[in-house]
């Protein structure tokens, strides 16, 4: 059993409970590790807290070096870390090796952006006073990581907020624990014991706990609505600082000069990497009537020469969902658009050739409308439910016709129609002509009920710090607005 990391220590959980990890591809057991305890959270969070004291007065510079030295130590174990996360993940491997290069890149990104930003000063109301605003770190900071990319959706987190002088507290996914703890073996090692701590555990155990713990006061999470809505209904007791990302159901609109051929491979990417589960994952396509049966039928070309199989083999396009629950997921989804009149023209069943591991075929569903759970709720999973409209009015207002706001793509070479779409879409990214690109210096997080949150760019970086205003006046005589009035 893989044992836990607390203040730079390996320990096991309190009450011996474990969790069994698999590998999605072949439903066969990897590793057991500890189903953590209130207790082991409440253990973390005084190692972490202790830690605080310290770490928040390191100065920039030499945590700046730290997280230097942790990407460099990603490149060092780059393919070890590649292949225990497709074990445990399932993803394509070319997929995992763009994440785990993304971890070395965030790391550094935010060790070159933390040595030159703590706040800035501003013009004071008269020559005997100065003011400045001061970004203070929050303290100790839970982060809450889901499975579909365990390590980039971690480091993005944990990353700014150790930049910004906090110290943290990783909750992984119970299915993709390992190559979490493997970091804290291999690359989080040399950071002061308590600045970055590992607990595995359900999250009725270790999440509720951390979410409630008065000496935690920020939460950083990324996952489904309902356990956001969760998460702030627990934290509103201490009205707690939170970080949420939680989901999208994002559209993709092919504007009328788009070309068929090139859109039918970007959707069927932005649809399908890592079997559709990405929260930026494209789960909605519209397309103009007098294109719909050209790009469908190229949509259906394309996706039926995918390869579908284990992510450790590099001819694997799509590998498979990451536990059986998420495939059931699909299944209902797919099942109720087909009973409500969509036509399933590829795919729409578990494979007959991969008797065992979580896979889905990638599936183009068209006759879809808005009243089919697969155009309203998440499907998270390898699904292309394609549309049609008649006017680019209507198409964004299909686009904003959700209770997400994370991202939305557009395939135009038309600057009028993609100006509208940015400034009408409602989303926190918009993406045109190359979906699902992400920038490390460009903010990254949704609009209405995806949360509020930003990671990446310098808001990554303040959404781990708060403000403290600083009004300083050399001049200490009495003012003439104090009291009494009637002087």
């Known amino acids: 059993m893989k044992p836990m990391y607390i203040n730079g220590e390996w320990v096991t959980g309190s009450d011996g409970e474990v969790i069994e990890v698999f590998n999605p591809a072949t439903e066969e057991l990897i590793e057991r590790v500890p189903n953590g305890s209130a207790a082991d959270a409440d253990r973390a969070v005084a190692a972490a807290k202790a ?10 510079l030499e945590r700046a070096r730290m997280l230097q030295e942790a990407a460099h130590k990603v490149h060092q174990h780059f393919d070890e870390i590649v292949e225990l996360l497709t074990l445990e993940q399932g993803k394509a491997i070319s997929e995992n090796e763009e994440e785990v290069e993304w971890v070395a890149g965030t790391l550094e990104y935010y060790a070159g952006l933390v040595r030159n930003y703590l706040g800035r000063v501003v013009p004071p109301a008269t020559r005997s006073q100065m003011n400045f605003v001061i970004k203070e770190p929050y303290g100790v900071v839970a982060c809450i990581v889901p499975f579909n990319f365990p390590l980039l959706l971690m480091i993005w987190k944990v990353a700014p907020a150790v930049a910004a002088g ?10 993709t624990p390992l190559v979490t703890l493997r970091l804290a073996e291999i690359v989080f090692d040399h950071f002061p014991p308590g600045v970055i701590n590992v607990v595995t555990g359900r999250g009725d155990r270790v999440g509720e706990t951390l979410v409630e713990h008065p000496d935690v006061p920020m939460i950083a999470f990324t996952g489904s609505t309902a356990v956001g809505q969760r998460i702030m209904s627990l934290a509103s007791k201490r009205v707690k600082k939170l970080h949420l990302e939680l989901g999208g159901k994002d559209p993709f609109v092919l504007a009328p000069d788009a070309d068929i051929e090139t859109a039918a491979e970007a959707v069927a990417y932005a649809a399908l990497i890592n079997a559709g589960q990405v929260c930026t994952s494209t789960e909605r396509v519209y397309v103009p009537e007098q294109m719909a049966q050209a790009f469908t039928g190229a949509v259906v070309d394309f996706v039926r020469e995918l390869r579908l199989g284990p992510g450790i083999d590099r001819t694997t396009d799509v590998g498979p969902l990451a536990a059986s629950a998420y495939r059931e997921k699909v299944v209902r ?9 969509a036509k399933v023209l590829t795919g729409g069943k578990a494979p007959e050739k991969l008797a065992r591991g979580w896979y889905y075929e990638p599936t183009v569903l068209t006759n879809v409308n808005h009243t089919m759970v697969c155009m309203r709720e998440e499907t998270f999973g390898p699904t292309i439910p394609i549309m049609t409209y008649r006017t680019f009015d209507e198409a964004i207002a299909l686009a904003n016709d959700t209770d997400y706001g994370l991202g939305a793509c557009l395939r135009t070479n038309d600057a009028r129609l993609a100006k509208r779409f940015f400034e ?17 210096a460009g903010p990254f ?9 930003r990671e990446l760019g310098e808001e990554g970086l303040e959404g781990f710090m708060e403000t403290k205003h600083v009004h300083w006046d050399f001049d ?8 009494p009035y009637g002087k």
Do not use: C, Q
């Open 424 to 440: 009408e879409v409602k989303a926190g990214t918009i993406w045109i002509n190359d979906p699902l690109t992400d920038n490390y």
């Open 476 to 483: 200490d005589t009495p003012k003439d607005f104090w009291y």
């Open 166 to 175: 906090n110290t943290v507290i990783i909750k992984p996914s119970d299915h």
């Open 333 to 341: 989804h797919v099942g109720d658009a087909v009973a409500k009149g």
């Open 51 to 60: 830690a605080f004291n310290e770490w928040r007065w390191v100065p920039a």
């Open 445 to 453: 997080g949704g609009m209405k009920m995806t949360g509020g949150g």
